[in-house]
């Protein structure tokens, strides 16, 4: 049984922008917030992501995801082949709406025009799937060149404190020595508006947008 389980390296993007480990960003002493919601700012995502047209694919929330990922297996010095161990532990919520998409939909219905199928045929095939984890897990794994063992779990902030746990009984079991993990939540979506307009909208404060990704490994060495 492995007591002590190492952080090589840890990649952040959020409302103050993106950092790793080394190089921490503390977040911003002021941030202006929009109507309840702190915007997420530029972030590297096309220094892990070089093809146009993945980039396009992919919503905030897996951008974000990636990045941090990108950032965290940089910094541990995970890279080539030594990612082909690797395994991943990812946590994500189901669904991730398109919102010019929604809009058009209401449109044409109040319109009396509506063609669902015409509609559905816009979204991309990250948007509003069950399996939206296991897609944002899978997109890692490709994008990275991770190769070892994937487990994907659904929700935001409990989800990623799962993930952690189940990462961390792994390596303390010794059925693995290198694991991603990480988790995220997009804060900055219209879908959150209704939160915000509600009675509850003062108690419930100001929505940050955050993806966190960490190396853990059972070896000491370069912790």
């Not at 389980?5 to 103050?16: D, E, F, L, N, P």
């Not at 972030?43 to 892990?48: L, N």
């Amino acid at each position: 049984m492995i007591e002590t389980i190492y952080i090589k390296g840890m990649g952040i993007v959020h409302s103050a922008g993106a950092c790793a480990l080394a190089n921490g960003q503390a977040p911003a002493a002021v941030v202006s917030a929009v109507q309840g919601k702190v915007p997420l700012p530029a972030f590297p995502v096309e220094r892990f992501v070089t093809k146009a047209r993945d980039i396009n694919a992919m919503g905030a929330g897996q951008k974000m995801l990636v990045c941090a990922a990108g950032l965290a297996l940089e910094e541990a010095g995970v890279n080539g082949d030594s990612r082909s161990a690797c395994d991943l532990y990812m946590s994500a919520k189901i669904g991730e709406r398109n919102d010019s998409v929604d809009a058009a939909i209401f449109a044409a219905a109040a319109d009396g025009v509506l063609d669902i199928n015409q509609e559905l045929a816009r979204l991309r095939p990250t948007h509003f799937l069950a399996e939206l984890p296991n897609l944002y897990a899978a997109n890692i794994a490709i994008l990275l060149g991770l190769k070892g063992e994937s487990l994907s779990f659904v929700g935001e902030a409990a989800a990623s404190v799962q993930v952690v746990i189940h990462a961390l009984e792994k390596l303390g079991s010794a059925r693995t020595s290198q694991m991603l993990v990480g988790g995220v939540f997009n804060g900055d979506q219209a879908m959150h508006d209704e939160y915000l307009a509600g009675p509850d909208a003062e108690r419930l404060g100001i929505f940050g947008t955050a993806a966190c990704c960490m190396v853990l490994d059972a070896e000491s060495q370069g912790a």
